[in-house]
């Protein structure tokens, strides 16, 4: 009977870790999916600023109108530029607004008082060139369960353009890795539900991209928040020049190596 429980018991375990890791290898691959998009962060081919009056933006079919935050696009005649589906000639862009001409999307942005223009080309040689990601094994060892501490505040969050940010903090969460004490502290970006943490470790640089990476997870319950590594991921900044990513604070550079998630293009992991 013994013997027929231990059975029980280890085919259990490993039909718990098969499904866990065919749920890895399922987001890994929706990750990639994202990424090589029609929109994803692989077609992004150009980020300009813009200065007060006209814009010539590149290859853009027209001009770019800039007056005290306000941005008006007119398109150049024969242009076939639309928002929406729909052709226009003159359109007011608020951020996030996209105008589109053939494979070209234009996406008016604001960061940090300062307004410019995306660019997205389906056609991008980022994107034709991708060779796909790469990842840690998964090791179980990096889900955790952390203790969630609330503290609400507000958090000022450096980007790579140089600028800072302002953005709520619930708190933080303190868990256990590789024998040590260990402290995040999350942000929530706005109109989201979830935590989304950018951190830090002592593999940036080497396996992992330099400037941190980024880890998405549930809100707390019953004060618990699973973090779970094998998610942990580069920002676009690692695939694209002309994004503009937020950094980790000093709080979130961990003194240890996360071995888990996502690798640094080129590494020899």
């Known amino acids: 009977m013994l ?8 085919v259990t375990v490993w039909a718990q870790d098969s499904a866990y890791r065919a749920g890895i290898t399922k987001w ?4 990639e ?22 814009n010539r933006v590149a290859t853009a079919p027209g001009v770019f109108e800039f007056h005290e935050g306000k941005t008006v696009f007119h398109a150049d005649p024969g242009s076939h530029a639309t928002a929406a589906g729909k052709p226009v000639s003159t359109i007011e862009m608020a951020p ?30 980022l994107r034709t060139e991708f060779r796909g990601l790469r990842w840690f094994p998964v090791r179980e060892a990096y889900r955790v369960t ?40 999350p942000v929530i970006e706005e109109g989201e539900n979830e935590l989304f943490f950018i951190f830090r470790d002592q593999t940036a640089g080497k396996e992992t ?5 980024f880890l998405y997870a549930a809100l707390p319950r019953d004060g618990k928040v699973e973090l779970d590594f094998n998610k942990a ?22 003194p240890v190596r996360i071995e888990a998630g996502e690798l640094r293009a080129g590494s020899a992991h």
């Not at 994202?34 to 006209?54: I, M, Q, R, S």
């Open 209 to 213: 991209y330099p400037a941190g990476r």
């Open 146 to 185: 952390a203790k969630f501490i609330a503290r609400p505040r507000q958090v000022s969050v450096p980007n790579i353009i140089g600028s800072h940010f302002e953005m709520a903090s619930p708190g933080y969460a303190v868990f256990q890795l590789n024998g040590r004490e260990l402290r995040l502290e």
């Open 3 to 10: 013997r027929y429980l231990a059975v029980l018991m280890a």
């Open 233 to 254: 991921y580069s920002p676009p900044c690692a695939f694209t020049p002309y994004a503009t990513c937020p950094l980790p604070t000093r709080e979130n550079m961990l």
């Open 33 to 54: 999916a994202a990424l090589k998009a029609d929109g994803g962060w692989l077609t992004v081919t150009g980020l300009f600023w813009l200065k007060e009056g006209p």
């Open 96 to 125: 996030e607004t996209s105008i589109e001409a053939g494979d070209l999307t234009l996406t008016v942005i604001e960061r940090s008082g300062r307004y410019g223009v995306r660019m997205k080309d389906k056609r991008s040689k």
């Open 28 to 31: 890994r691959e929706e990750r």
